[in-house]
Nanobody, 120 residues
């Protein structure tokens, strides 16, 4: 099982930066992919960025060029560097871990989220 725990959220001014971190504790057979998702009040949860076990990244169009996802596999830690923040980036950011519990069983794990607020 894996329990992702996010940190680094807070208040930032438009144009500022924040760095989120997610520590995925627990044991699994392997991790397929890790990612960041966000949800603004009244909106559906949306993908922000993902990174595969091989290092391949994927970003939402709205954050391309501004955000960067990275990982430290040895520490089971995921990061999201958020630059040039906009008020539209405000929301609760969730860490997701797509893992193989065994060679045959795949499971999805979610953190409780960390709040990011960007003032205009």
């Amino acid at each position: 099982q894996v329990q992702p725990v996010e940190s680094g959220g807070g208040l930032a001014q438009a144009g500022g930066s924040l760095r989120l971190a997610c520590v995925a504790s627990g044991t699994v057979y392997s991790i397929n992919r890790m990612g960041w998702y966000r949800q603004a009040p009244g909106n559906e949860r949306e993908l922000v960025a993902t990174i595969s076990s091989g290092g391949s990244t994927n970003y939402a169009d709205s954050v391309k060029g501004r955000f960067a996802i990275s990982r430290d596999s040895a520490k089971n830690t995921l990061y999201l560097q958020m630059n040039s923040l906009k008020p539209e980036d405000t929301g609760v950011y969730y860490c997701n871990v797509d893992a193989q519990v065994t060679m045959y069983i795949r499971m999805d794990y979610w953190g409780k989220g960390t709040l990011v607020t960007v003032s205009s």
